[in-house]
Structures are given as C-alpha cells and as structure tokens.
C-alpha cells in the first residue's frame, strides 16, 4: 500500500524556519518527481516546489517561495524535504506532498495537482506575526 507520510510542520514566528518531511512508502521514490502543495483556510490548493528524480535534478518553486524554500530528496531514506526559511504569516497553510509519476517536473505544470497519484495527509504550518 503506498503512503506518503509528512511531518514537521507547527508553529513559529514570524521570520523562523521549519523543515517538513515526505515520508514514502510501499513506492519506488527513486523514480518519482514529488511536488509540495498547500492550501490555506478558503484558498484553493496551490503548488509551492517540485523535485525530478536524481538523475535529472531540477527544481521549480512558486514565486511567493523563491529564495526562501529549497526542496531536496535523499532517496536512500524515501524522504523528500521542503526546508522553509523567512517565513512569513501567508506561508499560513496546510502543506501536502504528492509524486508524479512522469518523474520530471516542467516548468510549466508542476502545480497542476490532476498530474500526482499519490497524497500525503498534510501537516499543519502556523505562522504568527
């Protein structure tokens, strides 16, 4: 049974960081491109970052994120991360992870949710002012 798992999320202030994990399992997280998403209380949910798979390694955020998020992946541990710096009280959200099993993010569509098979659960990131 595939489960993606994702954790660390929680609140800080104003200008912290926080660093969630995408825990995979029953699923060769090799061969994936993983995307985050998050969606805010009466907000649509929106895309934040994708990773391609290793060997490609290509990245794309939003530009709400650029300069301060970093997605990463460690393939030996089926984790992907989304390190979040500068946070700021719009970052406001629930965060989910999800694959693509294109396992190639474009520039162009990684937000597009309807291109991911599988959904983590989401975890909470708060944000004070």
């Known amino acids: 049974q595939v489960q993606l798992m994702e954790s660390g999320g929680g609140l800080v202030q104003s200008g912290g960081s926080l660093r969630l994990s995408c825990a995979a399992s029953?699923?060769?997280?090799?061969?994936?491109?993983v995307g985050w998403f998050r969606q805010a209380p009466g907000k649509e949910r929106e895309g934040v970052s994708c990773?391609?798979?290793?060997?490609?390694?290509?990245?794309y955020y939003a530009d709400s994120v650029k300069g301060r998020f970093t997605t990463s992946r460690d393939n030996a541990k089926k984790t992907v991360y989304l390190q979040m710096n500068t946070l700021k009280p719009e970052d406001t959200a629930v965060y989910y992870c999800a694959t693509d099993p294109r396992g190639i993010c474009t520039g162009s569509v990684y937000h597009m949710k309807e291109l991911y098979d599988n959904w983590g659960q989401g975890t909470q990131v708060t944000v004070s002012s």
């Open positions: 990773i391609s798979i290793s060997t490609v390694g290509t990245t």
């Open positions: 029953g699923l060769a997280l090799d061969y994936y491109a």
